[in-house]
């Protein structure tokens, strides 16, 4: 996603904040102010005074910044209320602007801010029934009304905790998705560079040494030559083929499947021909009888054998590579053998360290190292 779009995007986001929270502030204005109305009319009280207005309008201004500043927002709205209380004795009897107060509370204990709501909470029902000690004498808040509203906003304190937690609930469910979808797709670049590398090193190994044949034996002989020519044509073909292949996973559609198929043990005579044309004296032997594997573990399988011949083409130094496959109920054994010269470690690079990581990603195993007798031996086993 390039930067304009990233931007874009940043401002259709900024945009619909603001038209949520400006709809916010207007809904809670308008609700307010329908309230005084309606007690103005039914009390046969004075209708609200221009300064009862411009209260109530600083207490929907303020609610404009409720995400950024949720505990600013709160003392504004505590101040509406308390100012609105005090003008209520020349208006609307009280005239107080509760809805204002409530919706600040209410954000603030979505965004945490518990402390600074419940004190609001405190100072909201103070203002309300205030002086606390002469509830129940004449001209104050009744008992019963002291004691409902107590309740009333206790089950709002609950409620806005109960938002809370379902608010965070449902973010801890995306993050876990968003972690989720970050180790599917580390996973599949991992998959992606083994096969990439599975596919240059092999490939490249046998025109490299291909190219070097042609360049000895052009002037001495050239039909040798001409041959040499012809099998790294014939390799490069097949690597472009399968670098196809992997690539196309990384298509931004995902609509076009790739190329060609992904290889299997079906072709590891192709592959074992490669080989010999590099000058490697490649056998094929099966043990067993030859049956189909899952998707995961033949493709795995293909891929080990071309990776330890590669290592045999670019490292041993030998002439020949023997190619087993064990087949039983349980697994496949897949071994590889060169008579190349034996070392005292696994030969350097990444390849043993991708065969490695494919068969314990199928559950299975995998041991790489010079063999007793002389030469370099690859054993894998895969759960079928």
Partial sequence: MGTSAISSAHRGRAARRWAVDTGVAVAVVGLQLVAWLAQSQHHGHTRPSL?????LAAGGVALLARRRYPVAVLAVALAV??????LGGSSVGEPVAWLVLLAAFVNAVLYRKRVAAIISLVAGYLIAVWPPWLIGTRGNTSTTAALGLLCGLIALLSVAELIRARNQRVAAVRTRQAEEARRLAMQERLAIARDLHDVVSHNISVINVQAKTALHLMDRQPERAREALTAIH???????GELRSVLGVL????????LVPSPGLDRLDELAATARAAGIAVELEREGVPR?????????AYRIVQEALTNTVRHSGGGGATIRLCYDTEALTIEVDDDGQAVGSPRPGNGIAGMTERARA????????PRPGGGFRVLARLPT
């Fill in 51 to 55: 300064a009862d207005y411009l209260v």
């Fill in 81 to 86: 209320a308390g100012t609105s209380a005090a």
């Fill in 234 to 240: 014939e390799v490069s073909r097949q690597a472009l």
């Fill in 251 to 258: 298509r931004a559609d995902g609509a076009d499947a790739p």
């Fill in 292 to 300: 189909p594997v899952p998707a995961g573990v033949d493709a795995a």
């Fill in 362 to 369: 199928l559950g299975g195993t995998l041991d790489a190292g």
